[in-house]
């Protein structure tokens, strides 16, 4: 069964500056999709970035981006520019293009941003 | 634009009620999701359906039962509720994964407390 895992429970960062959330996964697929997830107070889950993992090069959504090292089942998310909107739970999730494709979610990072 | 619609937002059970949770998406996806999520925690998969008809167990199913009568709806039933059900439940859809997008669209989340 394929596993996401987020090491850092809390990050936090200063206004402006960059930030980078870890995330591993495991899996016996070669192809996926990854996903970074933002939870902010209200609840709702809003997409941030998505990653084809058949794409060599790596996501980029204005200030998102991700490093996607396959070989290594990697994918972390850079936040630059940090503004206080981005407060938020950040989940990575693993979906497979097999089978019955599950949303595999990871343990979340909750990113505080310090004026 | 509706996308995805939950009811009720918020419930409070007592030790034993049943209740189901409504879930319905105008999106036309075959694929739909229900994930829990207890506090400081990721989304745990309880029940996945790839289609009218179709259903299946994810990760957590004790004490939940689900139905996919048709596309649109994937109501959530709690039996003999327990204290240990208390927590956020969220249901997710999507296209499949080979397709173009990729990418599961969330509600708004039910919050649900058991006493």
């Known amino acids: 069964a394929q596993t996401v895992t987020q090491s850092q429970p809390e990050m936090s960062v200063q206004e402006a500056e960059t930030v980078t959330l870890s995330c591993t996964y495991d899996?016996?697929?070669?192809?996926?999709?990854l996903f970074w997830y933002k939870q902010p107070p209200s609840r709702q889950m809003i997409l941030v970035i998505r990653?084809?993992?058949?794409?060599?090069q790596n996501a980029t959504e204005n200030r998102f981006s991700v490093n996607f090292q396959k070989a290594a089942k990697s994918f972390s998310l850079k936040i630059s520019d940090s503004q206080l909107g981005d407060a938020a739970m950040y989940f990575c999730?693993?979906?497979?293009?097999?089978?019955?494709?599950?949303?595999?979610f990871g343990q979340g990072t909750r990113l505080t941003i310090n004026p | 634009n509706a996308g995805v619609t939950q009811t009720p937002k918020f419930r409070i059970l007592k030790i034993g009620q049943s209740m189901t949770l409504q879930c319905t998406q105008d999106?036309?996806?075959?694929?739909m999701y229900w994930y829990r999520q207890d506090p400081g925690m990721g989304l745990k998969l309880i029940y996945y359906?790839?289609?009218?008809?179709?259903?299946d167990k994810g990760e957590v199913p004790n004490g939940y039962n689900v139905s996919r009568s048709t596309t649109e709806d994937f109501p959530l039933r709690l039996e003999l509720a327990a204290p240990s059900q208390t927590s956020v439940y969220f249901c997710?859809?999507?296209?499949?994964?080979?397709?173009?997008?990729?990418?599961?669209?969330f509600g708004q989340g039910t919050r649900l407390t058991v006493v």
């Open positions: 997710a859809s999507s296209y499949s994964a080979t397709g173009e997008n990729t990418e599961a669209f």
């Open positions: 990653q084809e993992a058949y794409k060599q």
């Open positions: 899996t016996s697929e070669s192809d996926y999709y």
């Open positions: 999730a693993y979906r497979g293009i097999q089978g019955a494709q599950k949303l595999v």
């Open positions: 359906s790839v289609g009218a008809g179709i259903t």
């Open positions: 999106m036309n996806h075959n694929y």
